[in-house]
């Protein structure tokens, strides 16, 4: 086990609750027909959930979030101009994934990834209520995230100011501050159980 893991294991004391027993709710964000590259982009709220809350309470349970984008390949309409629409972070990431004249995936990135073939998944970042913090939840929640968003993704993309370690998932560097996670390395799979993995680990010590 990581230095970084055992101050995390050791931060599990201080949670508000078993993180164990955290639930993923997903939500798509729905576009109107016929609007402009309706087809190239999908929008994905998750937010992460704690059972053990007020059943009265509207919010119950909810813990903090984190924010996906799926940018898809194959549609009638540009996902680089999709991701210039929607967000700073979105749109930061597309410049230095897609060729300007193109908007297909640039030559640098072809380059980066074992294969090009595949929509590509953003993660916005992670938040987190700050009693929540401190125990590496961040990157255990982004890899459940990414398991179920990224299938039939080539690579996931984040920016290296979001939320959470990404080099414990597996990103390394790409350019001008964006990250890269290849999927045909790290399968969503494989990545799904190391998550799950660590989960239990802070859910014993919790227990413990």
């Excluded at 949670?15 to 798509?28: K, R, S, W």
């Excluded at 709220?45 to 194959?74: K, N």
Aim: glycine share 12%.
């Amino acid at each position: 086990m990581s230095a970084r893991a055992r101050a995390a294991t050791a931060a599990v004391d201080q949670l508000p609750a078993d993180p164990g027993l955290l639930v993923l709710e997903y939500e798509l964000e729905r576009v109107a027909l016929g609007e402009a590259d309706d087809d190239a982009l999908e929008a994905w709220t998750v937010t992460v959930v704690h059972p053990g809350s007020d059943e009265d309470d509207e919010d119950a349970g909810g813990i903090g979030r984190l924010e996906l984008v799926r940018l898809c390949q194959g549609g009638g309409h540009s996902p680089a101009r999709a991701a210039d629409d929607f967000g700073d972070a979105a749109a930061r990431i597309a410049a230095v994934v897609f060729d300007a004249a193109s908007g297909r995936y640039s030559a640098a990135f072809r380059s980066a990834v074992s294969s090009a073939d595949g929509d590509l998944l953003l993660v916005g970042g992670v938040e987190l209520d700050p009693l929540w913090k401190g125990a590496g939840l961040e990157a255990v929640l982004a890899a459940e995230a990414i398991a179920v968003l990224g299938r039939g993704c080539c690579a996931v993309a984040v920016t290296d100011d979001g939320v959470g370690d990404w080099t414990a998932l597996g990103f390394t560097a790409f350019r001008k501050g964006v990250s890269l996670l290849d999927l045909a390395r790290a399968g969503a799979a494989e990545l799904r159980a190391a998550g799950r993995r660590r989960l239990a680990e802070l859910s014993a010590a919790y227990e413990g």
